[in-house]
C-alpha cells in the first residue's frame, strides 16, 4: 500500500542553525501539508501547498518556514533559523482531491 | 476561527468494554469531519463523514456524525489492547487544512 515518508525520523541541531525536512508524499496526490505537534499538544496546520504553490498558510508559518517541491517526488519544509520553540515532532501529508489526507510517520526535531 | 474539542481527554478501560468518543464543532463552513488513530507516530486514517455520509462502520469502530447538533462519536466495542491510541477528530475544510481537536488517550487495559 502506498505511503508517505520523511526523513530524517529525528534531527537534532542547534538553535539559529537551518534544517531540512524531507517528505515524499503519495505518487498520485496533488495536494501537500505540513503540521506539527509540540510534546502534549494538539496536531497544528502550517501549510498546503497545491500546483506548485503555496496554497494556505497559518500565523505559525512566518517568514523563517519555507516548503519546496523541488522535483516530482519530494516536498521539503526548511526552517532557517531554528529557535527553540521549533522542537516539534513534523508531519507531512498528502491527499487527492476529494479524500483523506495520508500522514508520514514524522520527523522528530530536537533545538538545543 | 474554527474550533474542535474532544472529550474526554483520557480514558481508561477494560478490554471487552464499549467505549464512545465525543467531538464536538465550531466551524463557519462544514466541509467533513474526520477521525484518526495515533499510536506511536502518524495519525492513520479512521473515518470521513460528510453531509452525505453521516455514518461509517469498519468492524468494531464505528462513527456518526450529528450535523444538527454539531457533534460526531467514534464507538468502539469489544475493545483490545490494540486499541489503546490516541484518537483525533479534525474538521476537514475541503482541500485545505485540517483543525484538529486534542484528542483523546484510549488506554485498554488486559
Known amino acids: 500500500e502506498p505511503e508517505v515518508t520523511q526523513t530524517p525520523s529525528h534531527q537534532v541541531t542547534q538553535m539559529g542553525q537551518e534544517v531540512i525536512l524531507r517528505c515524499v508524499p503519495i505518487?498520485?496526490?496533488?495536494?501537500f501539508y505540513w503540521y506539527r505537534q509540540i510534546l502534549g499538544q494538539k496536531v497544528e496546520f502550517l501549510v498546503s501547498?497545491?500546483?506548485?504553490?503555496?496554497?494556505?498558510k497559518s500565523e505559525i508559518f512566518d517568514d523563517q518556514f519555507s516548503v519546496e517541491r523541488p522535483d516530482g517526488s519530494n516536498f521539503t519544509l526548511k526552517i532557517r533559523s531554528t529557535k527553540l520553540e521549533d522542537s516539534a515532532m513534523y508531519f507531512c501529508?498528502?491527499?487527492?482531491?476529494?479524500?483523506?489526507?495520508?500522514f508520514g510517520p514524522g520527523t522528530r526535531l530536537t533545538v538545543t | 476561527e474554527d474550533k474542535v474539542v474532544q472529550s474526554p481527554l483520557s480514558l481508561v478501560v477494560h478490554e471487552g468494554d464499549t467505549v464512545t468518543l465525543n467531538c464536538s464543532y465550531e466551524?463557519?463552513?462544514?466541509?467533513?469531519l474526520l477521525w484518526y488513530k495515533q499510536e506511536k507516530k502518524a495519525p492513520t486514517f479512521l473515518f470521513m463523514l460528510?453531509?452525505?455520509?453521516i455514518e461509517k462502520k469498519s468492524g468494531r469502530l464505528s462513527s456518526i456524525l450529528d450535523k444538527k447538533e454539531l457533534f460526531s462519536i467514534l464507538n468502539i466495542t469489544a475493545t483490545q489492547t490494540g486499541d489503546s491510541a490516541i484518537y483525533l477528530c479534525?474538521?476537514?475544510?475541503?482541500?485545505?487544512?485540517?483543525?484538529f481537536g486534542q484528542g483523546t488517550r484510549l488506554t485498554i487495559n488486559p
Open positions: 501529508a498528502s491527499k487527492e482531491i476529494l479524500y483523506e489526507q495520508y
Open positions: 505518487s498520485n496526490h496533488l495536494y
Open positions: 501547498f497545491y500546483n506548485n504553490e503555496i496554497s494556505e
Open positions: 466551524v463557519t463552513n462544514f466541509r467533513s
Open positions: 460528510t453531509s452525505s455520509g
Open positions: 479534525a474538521h476537514g475544510q475541503g482541500a485545505q487544512k485540517l483543525v
